[in-house]
């Protein structure tokens, strides 16, 4: 089945929503295609006790503030998937769950997004899949003689999976010291935290308003011309989110350095010391989830597809929207993706008029 849409948005997350907001303010015709079957986008899997970095009121898409959650000052991640899932009621905004798209495709003045329930043909596309279903896991060498559990962040929930084990976290951001201090915490799980180098703790009063603001001044700095400020990454790398606290503040964050190998039974480090392990978590970060712009053969370097803001460098009626500072600045988070997509979206608006 053949359909038509003046805007196709790919990803029904944070991102996605933030571009249907502005298309329904410029009174575009668009329609959003989410391969999840729920609303909600990543944060519908995260783990149980993640929590944003910022109070609700600075984690909000545009037009609607997330309402704050009782009783915390810091949001969990099921009150943002219901604020998100209130937003797109609110908004009336199109959304066609349990779409997954495939390929998109140049088609003379328009593009093809070929998906798994039909194709819709566009004259703009807003590409907004995120990350998530990217995780990233490095070739360490003995991953595949190691008898334990091997899991990636996207596969972390609670520490009682773990009860009486050892565990070994690898990762040096703020998911390996969340993930970390969630299992320490608990007291029933014994883990060791894996990082190339010392962690590097922001200052303990720096939270999401600060990195946006951070990260804003650094994009207008370079904008500008002028020296690059060094963005968040002059800060440090961890949020001092207040688990991440107590549990640094308790001695409870037993940090070593990455070690060289996996074993069968556990790690080994580069001066030949051992530990036991029964479950090895990979907190090693993400890839965007470009695998559909593959036909569009727009990759560069680091396999990122090179733009003009979002605007794609060599396909103009291509935006990709909320996968870093790539594609604007802290537009990966919530309160940061809003001003990106209204960028994006004036520009989708002038090519269409």
């Not at 939270?207 to 207008?220: I, Y």
């Not at 965007?288 to 605007?311: K, N, Q």
């Amino acid at each position: 089945m053949t359909h038509t849409s003046p805007v196709v948005v790919i990803g029904g997350g944070q991102a996605g929503f933030a571009a249907g907001y502005h298309l329904r303010r410029q009174g575009l015709g668009f329609v959003i295609l989410d391969a999840a079957t729920a609303p909600g986008g990543s944060w519908q899997h995260m783990w149980d006790s993640l929590h944003l970095f910022s109070p609700a009121e600075h984690s909000s898409l545009p037009g609607r503030l997330m309402p704050a959650q009782p009783g915390r000052t810091y949001p969990g991640a099921g009150h943002v998937v219901g604020y998100l899932a209130d937003y797109a009621k609110r908004y009336d905004l199109p959304v066609r769950q349990g779409t997954r798209v495939r390929a998109v495709r140049r088609h003379g003045d328009e593009l093809l997004v070929e998906a798994d329930t039909g194709t819709w043909r566009a004259r703009a596309v807003i590409s907004a899949t995120g990350s998530w279903s990217r995780p990233f896991l490095p070739a360490v060498p003995g991953r595949s003689v190691f008898t334990g559990r091997q899991l990636h962040t996207v596969d972390y929930r609670r520490p009682a999976d773990f009860t009486e084990q050892r565990v070994v976290v690898v990762g040096g951001g703020n998911s390996g010291a969340q993930i970390a201090a969630d299992l320490a915490l608990d007291g029933r799980v014994g883990v060791t935290w894996a990082t190339r180098r010392p962690p590097r703790f922001l200052p303990d009063h720096i939270d999401g308003r600060a990195l946006f603001d951070v990260a804003t001044a650094r994009r207008r700095a370079l904008d500008a011309g002028r020296d690059d400020t060094g963005g968040v990454a002059s800060l440090g790398d961890i949020v001092a989110v207040p688990p991440v606290r107590a549990a640094r503040d308790a001695g409870l964050l037993q940090v070593r350095t990455m070690f060289s190998r996996l074993t069968a039974a556990g790690v080994r480090w580069t001066d030949g010391s051992e530990a036991g392990a029964d479950a090895v978590i990979w907190c090693t970060g993400f890839r965007p989830a470009l695998s559909h712009l593959a036909p569009l053969d727009l990759r560069g370097p680091r396999g990122r597809i090179p733009t003009d803001g979002t605007r794609a460098r060599h396909e103009p009626r291509l935006h990709l929207l909320g996968y870093g500072d790539w594609t604007g600045p802290a537009s990966a988070t919530l309160i940061g993706v809003g001003r990106t997509a209204r960028d994006a979206v004036r520009e989708v608006a002038d090519l269409l008029r």
